[in-house]
């Protein structure tokens, strides 16, 4: 598995999101994508994998995994904060 079968959640439109994920299976042909996502981006992890998996690849791909973290790093103002992650794993059927 590779980086390459990853897609980050950040501010971009919606559907960039879906159509990277759905390029990933079909024009790369991967066996599996890992979507990840941080703080406040992981309620649109779970919409794009859900859209991905039901509406554009229905009965091809289904979500075999789903990991949820926390990371601390230093913010701006130099204090620690602890942020939540989530990495949704696709796989073909």
Do not use: H, W
Request: aromatic residues 8%.
């Amino acid at each position: 598995m590779t980086e390459d079968n990853c897609i980050f959640i950040g501010n971009k439109p919606f559907m960039n999101y879906v159509t990277g994920v759905v390029m990933q299976f079909t024009t790369k042909s991967a066996d599996e994508v890992i979507i990840k996502a941080r703080g406040k981006f992981i309620a649109r992890a779970v919409d794009v994998a859900e859209v991905a998996a039901k509406r554009f690849l229905d009965s091809q791909v289904e979500i075999k995994d789903v990991a949820i973290d926390s990371e601390e790093f230093e913010n701006k103002e130099g204090k620690q904060v602890r942020v939540s992650t989530i990495e949704i794993t696709l796989a073909k059927k």
